[in-house]
């Protein structure tokens, strides 16, 4: 049952996450077209509440969807089970959430 609930939390995310990397990519190509320096896309990003959600869930649907991926893939490959492969997992979601969210907050904090 785990399995199935993993399965479809990772296919959720894939759903969730295509419309936030189209618009990710078409505001960094109008950026990169408008000619915008890092410095002032980081004046137009901080302090935005809208910027924070937008990228904080982007990087929560990322995280657990990688997390599930390597799961499976070490799973398979390495034959791992159990609580390690719960804990290589866990540590994998966390370890990229918190990755995530640093970068988050470094752009958007005011």
Known sequence: ?????????????????????????????YAIQGGLSAAEI????????????????????????????LRAILHEMAGLRGTGLAIFTWAAGLGLFAMGARAVYAVTAA
């Open 1 to 29: 049952m785990l399995d199935l609930r993993l399965y479809m939390l990772q296919r959720i995310t894939a759903i969730l996450m295509a419309p936030l990397v189209l618009t990710h990519i078409a505001v960094m190509v």
């Open 42 to 69: 980081l004046g137009r990003t901080q302090g935005s509440l809208g910027w924070a959600a937008f990228y904080g869930l982007f990087v929560a649907a990322v995280s657990v969807h990688a997390a599930i991926g």
